[in-house]
């Protein structure tokens, strides 16, 4: 096995198959993902693997950077191999292999509102099931600086490699929790002096634009095609709406979500 001498002069080594002796409980791939996992620091990684040949360029070097001063091997191997063990994915020549996700509880992110001295703003996905929706609205709420987001853990996209991909790697940084029952973590956040907003095509909606949105909140954003559920729906405080005015007469979770998850952070001071 190939291990840790940083720099391009790895590359002289001769070429081989360090990869199939160990494998975690996960394989991330995917550069900004890799690298993401590497910075926040919140998993248990095992090792960086490599593909044999691939171009040396900066980002590749700071991958190395990270993992050495982490103290995480890193492997060279057959770049066949890493296509087999990620099921031929774009995984950008680099993988790494970590532990599970690591989830958290909800007062976490109350604690974390706290201790930023800031009103709270969660995420809280209603059975959404498309991974790349998934890391699309996660990759959003961290460039908004959610405190927390929330989603079942049944007949729902859970935070997979290929999430954390979609994400470029954003979710390692946010406090992510699985829930039982979606309407029971609502009341919960409500303990907690939350309001509740729907995100919802309704006749009982406001438009975005029109709604007090300075305040500790939650968004929830309904499942592809079908929504809100019902009992979902009644939990909110009260529904928003975008207002449309094109062709289509609606844009899908993730854009909906990513819009309004941005005008609720502009809406509140900074």
């Not at 890193?74 to 191999?81: E, T």
């Not at 063990?85 to 690591?102: D, F, K, R, S």
């Not at 800031?118 to 961290?142: C, K, M, S, Y």
């Not at 529904?239 to 502009?266: F, Q």
Request: charged content about 25%; aromatic content about 4%.
């Amino acid at each position: 096995m190939r291990n840790n001498a940083r720099g391009p002069q790895r590359r002289d080594q001769p070429q081989g198959n360090s990869f199939a002796a160990q494998r975690a409980t996960e394989l991330i791939y995917g550069r900004n993902a890799v690298r993401e996992s590497l910075r926040a620091k919140r998993r248990k990684i095992k090792r960086l693997l490599v593909a044999d040949g691939v171009k040396v360029d900066e980002r590749i070097v700071e991958l190395e950077a990270l993992a050495d001063d982490a103290g995480i091997e890193v492997a060279y191997g057959d770049r066949q191999v890493l296509d087999d063990m990620t099921e031929g994915v774009n995984h950008q020549g680099v993988a790494l292999e970590v532990g599970a996700y690591p989830y958290v509880e909800i007062n976490e992110m109350v604690g974390l509102a706290a201790e930023r001295n800031e009103p709270a703003l969660v995420l809280l996905l209603d059975h959404l099931q498309d991974p790349q929706n998934l890391g699309t609205l996660l990759r959003t709420a961290d460039a908004v600086g959610v405190h927390g987001v929330i989603f079942p853990d049944r007949r729902a996209a859970a935070v997979t490699p290929s999430v954390v991909n979609a994400s470029a790697g954003a979710v390692e940084h946010l406090l992510v929790a699985q829930v039982t029952n979606l309407n029971q973590a609502i009341e919960e956040l409500k303990t907690h002096d939350i309001w509740i907003v729907g995100l919802e095509d309704d006749e009982r909606a406001q438009e975005f634009d029109q709604v007090d949105l300075n305040r500790a909140l939650g968004l929830v954003v309904g499942a592809e095609g079908s929504g809100l559920a019902r009992l979902v729906r009644e939990h909110c405080d009260f529904l928003m709406k975008l207002p449309m005015r094109g062709h289509v007469a609606s844009l899908n979770a993730a854009t909906a979500g990513s819009i309004a998850l941005y005008h609720m952070w502009r809406s509140r001071p900074h």
